[in-house]
């Protein structure tokens, strides 16, 4: 690509938004600080970069390989931030450390990552989200959890589902199976990933017996309403499994308090990517995108990499992944963006078109004013749903 090709394109994996786009995006986003303050949320803002030893936290090789990284003057590695969680982590340990508990924040943030880019996936991309910081109780999950179907409703998305799980569903079942510590990783991909054929291939590697290869898939490819908590309590021995089955009924029970379980479904194979989580974890998809365009869970050890321990739980939503739902919805409504009024104006009647342009703004209606030399007769060239015209003297 030469230098003059480079001045009009940009590079793989970020997009301009065009002034339709643009507008739509900011819909949504006023519409979920709506959602954000009346459930007690405040925002924060965190830097595009920080030190990459804060942001590197609790991701593994795979995610620290997708992190923008570069060198300041000073010789300090830095990196673009990936999400706002581990920076709200950190925030809130250096400078919020005082503030009476539990914290309530939210957030909207362009974040970055790189991967290959493709639809619903970009290497610059939105999120927003909040965090539910001291608390660590079951009705915190189920709070969170509530907030992200109640954004996904505001969206005007229809056809979407929450699913939820627990990160020790799995853990258990691999602790049960005896698997290597160094092999967990694997496991932790393949399931992921929902590569199950891949799983299964890992399980003959390890020499895992069909009986307990079976109980493992049976488990981990639930999903349905509360009835399988039960169905699944009678399939696993180890209490570490039994105890986030329990977990995880209580905050279905919760759920339904909230009366959100319409679009709840629990799904025993979800396990977030990044270690940081440990408890409910969540996930929300569209019928129309093959991955989540949110997801979150409780991460109760990240704030002690900074500074005290505190419990945590919270979600973030990527706005390109609900856009584009949308879209494909048919519910990507169209903006109109014609003025309520055209004030067309002669030199000489520029002060009188300009207070009368005032007025009616200041009336809350849209106003372009415009020069009419060069207009013509014909003002059709320009659009408003009514037209003022002020003087003829062109």
Known sequence: MTKNQLKTQIPAGVRDLLPEEALRKRILENSF?????????REVVTPTFEYYDALSIGRGAEEDAQLYKFID???HILALRPDVTTPIARLVSSKMSDTQLPLRLFYMANVFSYEDPQAGRQREFCQTGIELLGDDSLFADAEA???????????GLRSFKVSIGHVDILYGMMEELGLPEDEIGRIKAAVSNRNYVGLQELFDEFNINAADKERFMQVITTHGGKDVIAEVGNLVRNGKTLNALKVLGSVYD???????????EIDLGILRGLDYYTGVVF??????????????GRYDNLLGQFGPECPATGF?????????????EGNGSTVDFTPDYLVLYGPSHASAAFKKARELREEGHTVITQLLSGV?????VLQGKAVIILGEDR
């Open 283 to 296: 996930e929300g998809f569209s019928a129309y995108l093959g991955f989540p365009i949110l997801g979150g």
């Open 73 to 75: 003057r000073q010789g």
């Open 254 to 264: 919760a759920l339904e308090a909230y009366e959100v379980t319409p679009y709840v």
């Open 145 to 155: 959890i509530s907030i992200a179907v109640e954004i996904l409703k505001a969206s």
């Open 33 to 41: 600080e709506k959602t954000f303050r009346v459930w007690g949320y």
């Open 376 to 380: 013509g007769e014909d003002t059709t």
């Open 316 to 328: 973030a939503l990527g706005m390109e992944r609900l856009l584009l739902s949308l879209e494909r």
